[in-house]
DNA sequence: CTGAAAGCGCTAACAA
DNA sequence: TTGTTAGCGCTTTCAG
């Protein structure tokens, strides 16, 4: 591999001056110029990031620790945060913690190691001493996929409590009374609890209730979803609310398969929006959280932040309620 | 930020010595390596991987250029390969081409920068000027999803046009003789042209054929093959191949839609079995691929060559017909 | 068993 | 406008 050298011999200038126009920094004559990038081409010359990293002090890397890829929200998520990132120059560092708080942790230590220049976590539940140390490395951080005033990290997503106040109010619109629900794994995941927080409190403020039996936590798997569906619905429930739209479609499916007529004996609602969510008859009522744009403004938010040395900020996005054709009015 | 020197003062010891109980290399007292493990441990002093990179001429990265993760075969894929990358203590760089060669070019230098230990690729297409660079760069790299001995890259997959056979098999054995196919777009991707090409030269080799009338290329989503599958099938029509799942789900969604009979009426075969095609009803008869057997084989192949300085060698996988609900015997 | 010193490839003053 | 030089933080001979 050549190095800057190589092509300061062969340009017969110096390196610094090799470094100037590769980074186009500074002042140097055309014919310099020329000879230099002549040069680099001659000679396949690539620059050696970890050296500029080392001198520069900065890595032009953005990490992102998720708890895995096998989610179609976060995949679309973290495709629309490369995207940025390589748009503004950046490199994205991926890591999966598998829904592992002290591996997520050891991941972090790792993230501080590769000298990233910001860092998106999921949700706003992390170890203490990860986030400590962050601060003490002057990583910057985000946390998608929630949204809380109140947390000491930048957030930028949503309130996973509040997105739920539209599809109580929707169903209970339709007269609904008995509503049961399919939640996500709740361990180690406050977008799981929340959702489900604000299921509950949402049906208290209308005099309802949901209680813990009416709530079940499913893996994100239709298979486990369809399994789980026979135990959670009970002679009186008219309505299924589902905590990602996987679990609604493994309701759906098996609602369809015991005969059970959707809308018309139970609604059904979910959460993501899937792109297969519309397709499917009767087409899924769900709510609509924008991973692309949630990616995007993340990866966006921390490139300003370190390009500008200051801190990032959180911004609230919003879920929008898609009414569509698996929820009705509660049957008599 | 504390340092290497910053422990080794604090411990009493020279740098050299904490660079050999961080590697836990050469030998040293017990005595010292205690001191130096908890002035690590008092200081909270990481490693800078830029700086160690740099000495060691190696990043301890693995990187991966795929072309979306907006499919969920790739992002399973991409899963298991950075799961089995952490667990041999490599970190993942992970970019997008989005499908362009021009793009996956410009990443590929990236990565040749970054200095990655080795990289995955996404089927054998590449620009030759990329690929020289790698191997000038002396960046080993292995082609996933696709499997082809003239290869001048080591393959990590299935022949896709093989892989075809069974279905073909499988659906002229039922009786078809009338077959269309929907398939991926076939432009810059060659696993998409070599499925065209399985289907259509094991119907050849049976007497029958798949002319161009008979293929349209569709998107990779539910929406767009619903539309394009009312001008695919004509009255004759008995079987569809599918280029993948979700173009069969889009499939199977229509014909339901439009009241054509599944499988009476015409049989439907996708390609990847993922987890939703068990699930639907009819459930999907569908060509299974190991997107994960594949991942963690690319990146345990791809570490081992590098560890024993040796060149990577393919590893050629097969795929396995699953015949499920939504094939049957051909009407007359 | 441990320390001193050179060097990995690059950038950033500082001179010229 | 350009070159010289001193690091960036780590590993690795080579001495001791």
Same mark, same amino acid.
């Given at each position: 591999?050549?190095?800057?050298?190589?092509?300061?011999?062969?340009?017969?200038?110096?390196?610094?001056?090799?470094?100037?126009?590769?980074?186009?920094?500074?002042?140097?004559?055309?014919?310099?110029?020329?000879?230099?990038?002549?040069?680099?081409?001659?000679?396949?010359?690539?620059?050696?990031?970890?050296?500029?990293?080392?001198?520069?002090?900065?890595?032009?890397?953005?990490?992102?620790?998720?708890?895995?890829?096998?989610?179609?929200?976060?995949?679309?998520?973290?495709?629309?945060?490369?995207?940025?990132?390589?748009?503004?120059?950046?490199?994205?560092?991926?890591?999966?913690?598998? $829904? +592992?708080?002290? &591996?997520?942790? /050891?991941? %972090?230590?790792?993230?501080? @190691? #590769?000298?990233?220049?910001?860092? =998106?976590?999921?949700?706003?539940?992390?170890?203490?001493?990860?986030?400590?140390?962050?601060?003490?490395?002057?990583?910057?951080?985000?946390?998608?996929?929630?949204?809380?005033?109140?947390?000491?990290?930048?957030?930028?997503?949503?309130?996973?409590?509040?997105?739920?106040?539209?599809?109580?109010?929707?169903?209970?619109?339709?007269?609904?009374?008995?509503?049961?629900?399919?939640?996500?794994?709740? $361990? +180690?995941?406050? &977008?799981?609890? /929340?959702? %489900?927080?604000?299921?509950? @409190? #949402?049906?208290?403020?209308?005099? =309802?209730?949901?209680?813990?039996?009416?709530?079940?936590?499913?893996?994100?798997?239709?298979?486990?979803?369809?399994?789980?569906?026979?135990?959670?619905?009970?002679?009186?429930?008219?309505?299924?609310?589902?905590?990602?739209?996987?679990?609604?479609?493994?309701?759906?499916?098996?609602?369809?398969?015991?005969?059970?007529?959707?809308?018309?004996?139970?609604?059904?609602?979910?959460?993501?929006?899937?792109?297969?969510?519309?397709?499917?008859?009767?087409?899924?009522?769900?709510?609509?959280?924008?991973?692309?744009?949630?990616?995007?403004?993340?990866?966006?938010?921390?490139?300003?932040?370190?390009?500008?040395?200051?801190?990032?900020?959180?911004?609230?996005?919003?879920?929008?309620?898609?009414?569509?054709?698996?929820?009705?009015?509660?049957?008599?």
């Amino acid at each position: 591999m050549p190095t800057q050298s190589d092509v300061a011999a062969r340009a017969g200038v110096s390196t610094a001056t090799v470094s100037r126009v590769v980074n186009n920094t500074g002042i140097f004559s055309a014919d310099v110029r020329e000879r230099v990038l002549s040069a680099i081409q001659d000679l396949n010359y690539v620059p050696d990031a970890s050296a500029r990293a080392l001198a520069l002090q900065r890595s032009g890397t953005l990490g992102a620790i998720i708890p895995t890829l096998n989610n179609a929200i976060f995949a679309e998520g973290i495709n629309a945060f490369e995207k940025a990132a390589q748009a503004l120059g950046y490199t994205l560092i991926l890591s999966v913690s598998q $829904q +592992d708080p002290e &591996r997520e942790h /050891d991941l %972090i230590i790792k993230m501080i @190691e #590769r000298g990233v220049d910001g860092l =998106l976590l999921v949700g706003n539940l992390h170890k203490q001493a990860a986030l400590e140390r962050l601060e003490q490395a002057g990583v910057r951080h985000v946390c998608t996929w929630a949204f809380d005033e109140q947390s000491r990290s930048a957030n930028v997503g949503f309130d996973n409590r509040e997105s739920m106040y539209g599809v109580v109010d929707h169903l209970v619109d339709l007269g609904h009374r008995h509503i049961a629900m399919m939640a996500g794994i709740a $361990q +180690d995941n406050d &977008r799981a609890k /929340d959702r %489900i927080a604000g299921v509950r @409190e #949402r049906l208290e403020n209308k005099g =309802l209730s949901l209680p813990a039996s009416s709530v079940v936590e499913v893996e994100y798997s239709v298979a486990d979803s369809r399994k789980a569906f026979q135990h959670i619905i009970k002679p009186d429930t008219t309505a299924l609310i589902c905590g990602n739209d996987v679990i609604a479609y493994g309701a759906l499916l098996e609602a369809q398969s015991i005969g059970l007529a959707v809308p018309e004996h139970l609604s059904i609602t979910g959460f993501d929006d899937l792109s297969l969510s519309s397709q499917l008859s009767p087409a899924l009522t769900t709510v609509q959280v924008g991973a692309e744009v949630m990616g995007e403004t993340a990866a966006k938010k921390l490139i300003t932040a370190v390009e500008n040395e200051e801190p990032v900020g959180s911004t609230q996005l919003h879920t929008r309620l898609i009414v569509r054709e698996t929820t009705g009015t509660a049957r008599q």
